[in-house]
Structure formats: C-alpha cells, structure tokens
Nanobody, 123 residues
Framework: VQLQASGGGLVQAGGSLRLSCVAS????????MGWFRQAPGKEREFVAL????????DYAESVKGRFAISRDNAKNTVYLQMDSLKPEDTAVYYC?????????????????WGQGTLVTVSS
C-alpha cells in the first residue's frame, strides 16, 4: 500500500484545514487508517483513526471535538477535517495504514506510512 497525503498549509488560529490521504491498491477498505503528527523536536503522536472493521473513529484527547476523520472507500481516501486549529497543532501530519485489530493508537502498529504534509497554525 502506498499513501499520499496532502492538504497541509498555513492557517491562522481558529481556522480550518482538511487533509486527504489517497491509498493505492484495491483493498483500501480492509485497512484501518490513522493520522499521526510530529512537531519539531517531539515524537510522532497519534491523532485519529478510523477502523476498517466497523468504521468507528478514535481520537486523541487533544483533538477530540475539533477534528473529524472520515473515509471514502470508493475513492481510496481518508480525510482529516481540522477545525478550531491552535498553534500547538502545528506539525507534520502523516497518514498510516494497517490491517491490525489492536488499539492502533501507536506508531509501531502501522506498516504503511505516507510522506507527511506540513500544517502550520499561526497565533
């Protein structure tokens, strides 16, 4: 599976962005899709995921209520709608894919990664 993330950019605090991640292959619907982010000098951290088995989303506490993950299996695409952005959301955002059935909230649980897209939120 190859992943291509896009949609990052510069936005003011309180603004919105929508990230997209397009996957190659014909089995996209069988993968849990996750979004992670990595700020300068920090470790990559979990943001959100959407499970392939039941479509249920899961969010980090820091983004709950502000971000929404969704997927369009017909387009092999997962989205991350980010609203009410804060300067602390500034990071490179990565999409990831895996068929695992565990918690799927850690970096090591994903086999496939996109290249990342930079989100910068100005104050």
């Amino acid at each position: 599976v190859q992943l291509q993330a896009s949609g990052g950019g510069l936005v003011q605090a309180g603004g919105s962005l929508r990230l997209s991640c397009v996957a190659s292959g014909r089995t996209f619907s069988s993968y849990t899709m996750g979004w992670f982010r990595q700020a300068p000098g920090k470790e990559r951290e979990f943001v959100a995921l959407i499970r392939w088995i039941n479509g249920r989303p899961d969010y980090a506490e820091s983004v709950k209520g502000r971000f929404a993950i969704s997927r369009d299996n017909a387009k092999n695409t997962v989205y991350l709608q980010m609203d009410s952005l804060k300067p602390e959301d500034t990071a490179v955002y990565y999409c990831a894919a895996d068929r695992g059935l565990s918690t799927m909230r850690s970096v090591g649980e994903y086999d496939y990664w996109g290249q990342g897209t930079l989100v910068t939120v100005s104050s």
